[in-house]
């Protein structure tokens, strides 16, 4: 090889020794190991991954990383992926239902996309009890090692979150509004049974859901004589859903309809009316309901068929 040949192959050499030390010192992905920093992950939408949740100022922040990567090493013939998210991307700590703050990091998610990367809903497994931030666990290999083998076996039960109960069919009552449940109701309150239900998802940070709360309470109580349907609300940032309209909801609030013929078909209810009119609003959503309800959606009685009513009532008891 003359001269020129060995620069040519130096400088070839040299630019690939470079780009393994930036991969290591990067964290993207080497030879055959799948870790990689987020917004970097194209290449893995098919399979499951290890995301860590860190903030890179934190003490903690340079062992996590150095186990993690490891772990990545360790078990890179397996379909799984490892995955670091860090503050500078705490916007996409909500899709995940979790908090941005320091101090409720870091925690470490198995995401099991149940229906292709970045939708919903999928499945989560928790390297700590209930999401707790835990930086000893996360620097710990045998761990997370563990973690990832139990996953991988089949043996590790999923993360469900779900509040404790605010209150029960039993004791719910609608001129309070939309009756409050839980993950944990979701199934008896909404899937089951021979009722149409109207769904609101919503998020206590989003400022349309706080503007239609009011709006949907008082829907609640003008239709509270339709007694085969029910209308709920529920927190969807603290109660995990795993219905497959789930995959429908791009933003919050969320109205979902659940009609009694088919819960497996529920879509959302799309209403043409600004929330900013009550009226109007309330007047749109009911005329969808009558449009889409397997049982028929009457209209409130009116206070003048409620006196004939009465009135009827008052004459058959003196007629007796």
Known sequence: VGPLG????????????????????????????????????GSINEIPHLTYFVDTDAPYYGDVRKTMQEAARHWKQQRL???????????????????????????ALIVDWTFGMGNKPYKKYSLTKDGAPDAAAL??????????????????????????????????????????????QFEDVVVQGDFDVLV????????????????????ARQLQHVKTLRIVKIDATMNDITHAIMQQMDGYPFLGFFPAADKDGARELEVEAPSDDAD???????????EVA?????????????????????RDATEM
């Open 6 to 41: 060995v620069v040519a192959m130096w400088r070839v050499l040299h630019w690939l020794l470079a780009c393994i030390v930036f991969q290591r010192a990067s964290g993207a992905p080497l030879r055959g190991v799948k870790f990689f920093d987020f917004p970097d992950i």
């Open 81 to 107: 992926a490892f995955v670091e998210l860090s503050t500078e991307h705490s916007d996409v700590f909500k899709f995940f239902n979790l908090q941005g703050s320091s101090t409720d990091l870091p925690v």
């Open 139 to 184: 620097r710990n290999g045998s761990h997370v090692d563990n973690f990832v083998r139990d996953f991988l076996a089949g043996t590790l039960p999923p993360w469900v979150r779900s509040e404790p109960i605010e209150q029960t069919l039993g004791d719910y009552n609608p001129d309070n509004g939309a009756m409050t449940i839980v993950g944990s």
């Open 200 to 219: 609101m998802f919503f998020a206590p940070w989003c400022g349309f859901s706080k503007r239609m709360q009011p709006l949907f309470d008082k829907l």
């Open 280 to 290: 109007e609003w309330k007047k749109a959503v009911t005329s969808k309901l009558k």
């Open 294 to 314: 397997t049982h028929v959606v009457l209209d409130a009685p009116t206070q003048q068929s409620l006196s004939a009513e009465g009135s009827s009532i008052d």
